[in-house]
């Protein structure tokens, strides 16, 4: 990594990229392939890469303070993946682009949605707004989780922010890094694994608040960061899946069979921790070999090319690994 990364990223970053390398170094059951690493960043299409995406269509974009509080809501509950095989489609979309359209549609029916209007919602309410069922325990579990989410984030802007959601990111001053630790406070998104001895922090989803931020704001008010070229990858289920598939993860066969046989991973085991730091530490090592070959490129921009890649049916048909959890 340059100087220059370095300084632009904040400790938090750093602190994320050295205790991932640590795992990667560490781990038994997940290995990377580094003698796939050079023809992988050979072949990616650096055009994409550098223009990453947010669908209009599946987001609420374009309301001012009322988007900022969505995309603050939408990634208190950017989680769900280990449950998202139990949810009801709706409106023909599931996973990600479901929440991120019913809660959008939320928003457009209810704006402008005060802190004490995510307050108030019940897991009911959560059911009624994702179009879920609560007979379905796992379900039920999940609008539970969900609802916790919203209220928590409620409570922290009204205490904290005189019930603005762009205060927020105001307090932030334009760091991403700020942001994280701002809204880490929330115990939901504070995503910190622990590995044998090692404390893992991946912050997936105060990280990528930043880039939606972004995305939705198109880097000016609200979106603007100086250091978004910190940020990691965002470890979640699908782009580990996608790097397994391509060939730069390989499982060991006890591993690679229970994902692909359906068992659900624990949170915080050694394996779903391997999975997601060997995911964020060859994204690091992609973009080391991709800044040698003179096409410099993010780590946020190439989770948002990865990500979009996992969509595809060649991905989204394949097992990936499944474990409940809060974080992704
Ligand atoms: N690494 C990474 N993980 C991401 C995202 C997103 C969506 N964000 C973008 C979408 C448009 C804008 O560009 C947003 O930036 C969702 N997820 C995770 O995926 C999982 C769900 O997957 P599936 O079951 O297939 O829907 C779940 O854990 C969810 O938390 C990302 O961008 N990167």
Redesign the pocket.
Known sequence: MTDERREAGGAVFEEIRAACARVAGAAERVHIERDKLDAYARSLPVDKLHS????PEHHYLGHGEQTVAYVLALDSI??G?GY?PELEPRNGLV???MVAHALGDFFEANAPVSAGDLIALTPEDCAEIFGQNLSNEAVAELMGLFSQALEDLGRFVLADFGGRFASVVEAAGGRASALVDIVSKMPLFRDVADYHDTTVPFYKRAQ?LA??LW?AFDGEGPGAFSDLDGLT??A????PHVLRLDGLLRYDETLAERIDRGDRLEANSPEEVEIRACGVHVVELLVERLTALGRAVTAFEL??YL?HL??DPRFETKPRHHTRTVY?
């Open positions: 990453p995406v947010i669908e950017n989680f993946s998202f996973g990600y682009f990528i880039a939606d995305l990858l965002f979640d289920n699908l782009v989770d948002n990500w996992g969509q992704y």
